[in-house]
């Protein structure tokens, strides 16, 4: 099978190693942003919109950056025969190890996971959530350095430009991949805050 692993395998994995409902939402979403690029490229959405899904497997169990995530990710999947291309993808995401964004998914992928999250967050303070979310909103709450403080503003813009789009553009683009996902992701502050039964696989063309 491509990439060595399926969906639904992929899937299995995430929830064996990650129990936070807000990691596995947040893994959903950065696969479906994932998916939506893939199909702006004419790539492979299956390989692109797994290693979104996989991409912080181990950031549970071994959050520390200097000797855990994703390095244990990478052997686990090194492990189970997944393909280098995806392994590779999941390490170059994070700075700390390192490697050079050479391809294509390499660099979505890292452009696209910090500002999902930051994206999600900014439709949670919103009634509406992602309805009618712009990116001119999405810009205002950057500016706001209490508001997800956890996320670097810098390094939202850098992933825009290592992929070669503009920014407004990007931003726009994570938006409308994510919106159709809004009810499994819970981006309101109006949905429950409970834990979500999360469907194994929701339809990531929308």
Same mark, same amino acid.
């Given at each position: 099978m491509p990439g060595?692993?399926?969906?639904?395998?992929?899937?299995? @994995? @995430?929830? #064996?190693? /990650?129990?936070?409902?807000s990691l596995r939402r947040h893994m959903l979403a950065v696969e479906a942003a994932m998916r939506a690029y893939a199909r702006q490229f004419g790539q492979d959405e299956e390989i692109w919109g797994i290693t979104g899904l996989l991409h912080d497997l181990d950031?549970?169990?071994f959050p520390s950056l200097e000797d855990g995530h994703p390095r244990i990710a990478m !052997? #686990? @999947?090194q492990r189970r025969g997944v393909s280098d291309e995806i392994i590779r993808a999941?390490?170059?995401? !994070?700075?700390?190890m390192g490697l050079s964004r050479d391809s294509t998914m390499e660099r979505a992928l890292y452009a696209v996971d910090e500002l999902s999250g930051f994206v999600v967050a900014c439709a949670y303070v919103r009634p509406e959530g992602l309805e009618g979310m712009t990116p001119k909103s999405v %810009? %205002? %709450?950057? %500016? /706001? !350095?209490s508001f997800a403080a956890a996320v670097d503003r810098d390094q939202l813009r850098r992933g825009a430009d290592e992929l070669g789009v503009e920014f407004d553009a990007h931003v726009a683009f994570v938006i409308a991949a994510l919106q159709p996902h809004a009810p499994v992701l819970r981006a309101r502050e109006a949905d429950p805050a409970g834990p979500a039964d999360l469907p194994p696989a929701p339809d990531p063309a929308g």
């Open positions: 060595g692993i399926s969906r639904d395998e992929a899937w299995t @994995l @995430l929830c #064996e190693w /990650t129990e936070s409902d950031y549970e169990r !052997a #686990e @999947l999941i390490g170059s995401h !994070a700075d700390e %810009k %205002k %709450k950057m %500016k /706001t !350095a």
